[in-house]
């Protein structure tokens, strides 16, 4: 949120209570009270050193052929939830795509241009934030790409 604040990027933040460790993305929008369609989480997948983020809807899951063509990779795996913190400064269920210790290429999933607004962590567990899809890619370079698995 200190990096919103600085680039002057409107925000609404939202807090939940997590002491039950209920708090899987579609927890968190059950317990703010949004649909699950306009809450994002964030994914960090790798390949060797090269890491990549991945904001998509909470019922949804990650392509990862689409996601390594997206990054011009010809295979990613999800980096483990052990390495999460290592390298993003974030953990499991607190990770935001804003603020990570490196600006790793971004992607959003192209669902988020549906919506005026759309929800992601604001970088700790209980704290969400709302913001304008293209004011999210802007304060983190992503590009709005198809990346989810389609039924």
Known sequence: MRILDKKKVKYNMYSYDAGD???SGIDVAEKINKPKEMVFKTLVSHNGQNLYVFVIPVACELDLKKAA???????LEMLPVKDLQKWTGYIRGGCSPIGMKKNYPTYVDSSATNYDVIIVSAGKIGTQIEIEPTQLAAATGAQFL??????
């Open 69 to 75: 063509k997206a990054a011009g990779e010809k295979k």
């Open 146 to 151: 198809d990346i989810t698995k389609k039924d």
């Open 21 to 23: 460790g209920m708090i």
